[in-house]
């Protein structure tokens, strides 16, 4: 009550606007004059452009390319973030030779509260981690065995989806792709990395033959994968003010608990398990070449991948580093692994032509027995199969 035994109303309501006019003419003459202008959309004082959000971030890039070009600026609250929609210029950050960009993003609160900026390889700042991070894991998908698993258990894992389809058609119960298509690279991607089934297929199955059943459980890795997904999401496009707002923290906390369950409980417990079974097999048993037994075992005497000509790091990699490399894979190659997959089928289906010589392809490598077995160096051979993926 102080403030009005100074001012009137009317005064309070003068000073009000006039803060307000004097920092909305701050805002766009900061904006006017900011250095390296690119297109874009115009923003808003305090939000930005999030009035012209769509909750898809797909959706609303390619708004943004479509009105603006393959490189433009957006804005989130007070933070602007630049738009790459054009192959030329991802090619040109993602490329794996001297002189390409390790940090991909620059410093951001968003991720720092995720704590991805100084771990893993994506969006990690720190060079030196990165370097070793990205070391490893070349390393690692490169090795010629950890190759043919990774064909033989994708061949074992869609045989077992198939037959459950069979059952499907019998039930008379609908096929809906996309679901079935995340938690086929859910199970594959956790299978390859870790040789572990997560039962995500499996889980589906069953849900989908039992409704009433409760699929809190059976499906928990899905569900914290696409809960991550949200994240990054939701913490780069809403503004930090905005987290007081208690439907805003609630959502917050939340998706964290999906990094919590993935980060501290998930992949931890088969990191220990696996070092477990490693020390108490015998020195001369062959190990599974899985991504996780290699991280394990890199510099180590049972090392099977060591390139002595390379500058690769010399030291066993961290549980820590583990954790967080495998994490990026299980989270990052779910998502963009199914939707390549579906819009694959979806235009493979609206071009009869190219599906039929596809199907000729494949028919010519492996012989028109649908039950073939796929070998990885017969893979090398779809010149036409790979063309396809590409562009799709």
């Known amino acids: 009550m102080a403030i009005f035994s100074i001012f009137s109303l009317q005064d ?9 006019t004097i920092y909305v003419i701050n805002f766009y003459f900061n904006y006017f004059r900011r250095p390296d202008k690119l297109p874009g959309p115009i923003p808003l004082p305090i939000i930005g452009n999030l009035h012209q959000y769509t909750n898809d971030l797909s959706v609303w890039g390619k708004w943004i390319q479509s009105n603006y070009g393959d490189i433009g600026e957006v804005w989130f609250g007070n933070k602007r973030a ?44 720190d060079y030196d981690t990165w370097h070793s991070n990205r070391k490893y894991f070349t390393r690692a998908i490169s090795f010629p065995l950890f190759l043919r698993l990774s064909v033989k258990f994708t061949q074992s894992l869609f045989l077992e989806m198939e037959n459950y389809w069979d059952d499907l058609n019998r039930r008379n119960i609908e096929i809906d792709m996309s679901e079935w298509m995340i938690r086929f690279f859910a199970e594959a991607i956790f299978l390859i990395t870790t040789s572990k089934k997560s039962y995500a297929l499996k889980n589906h199955h069953e849900v989908l033959c039992f409704p009433k059943k409760d699929s809190a459980d059976t499906e928990n890795l899905v569900k914290h994968v696409r809960s991550i997904f949200r994240s990054f999401e939701f913490y780069l496009t809403t503004p930090k003010f905005m987290y007081i707002i208690p439907s805003y923290h609630k959502y917050s906390k939340k998706l964290l608990e999906s990094f919590d369950w993935m980060r501290k409980y998930y992949l931890p417990n088969i990191i220990k398990e696996r070092r477990e079974e490693i020390e108490r097999s015998p020195i001369d048993e062959e190990l599974v070449p899985d991504m996780l037994t290699m991280m394990l075992t890199f510099n180590t005497e049972r090392d099977k991948s060591k390139d002595t000509s390379t500058d690769e790091p010399s030291e066993p990699m961290s549980n820590v580093n583990i954790c967080e490399n495998l994490f990026e894979i299980v989270v990052g190659g779910i998502d963009t692994s199914t939707n ?41 051979k779809l010149h036409y199969c790979e063309a396809v993926l590409k562009e799709g």
Request: net charge positive; hydrophobic share 35%; aromatic share 14%.
């Open 340 to 380: 390549t997959f579906c819009y694959v089928i979806y235009y493979l289906c609206q071009y009869p032509k190219v599906k039929q010589r596809l199907i000729e392809e494949i028919q010519q490598v492996f012989g028109s027995n649908s039950k073939f077995d796929v070998k990885y160096e017969e893979l090398n």
């Open 12 to 20: 309070f309501v003068y000073l009000s606007l006039t803060f307000v």
């Open 82 to 125: 630049i738009w790459i929609g054009g192959t030329k210029y991802l090619e040109k950050i993602l490329k794996p030779s001297p002189g390409n960009y390790n940090a991909r993003t620059a410093p951001n609160e968003a991720l720092d509260k995720l704590d991805m900026n100084l771990k893993g390889i994506g969006l990690n700042r």
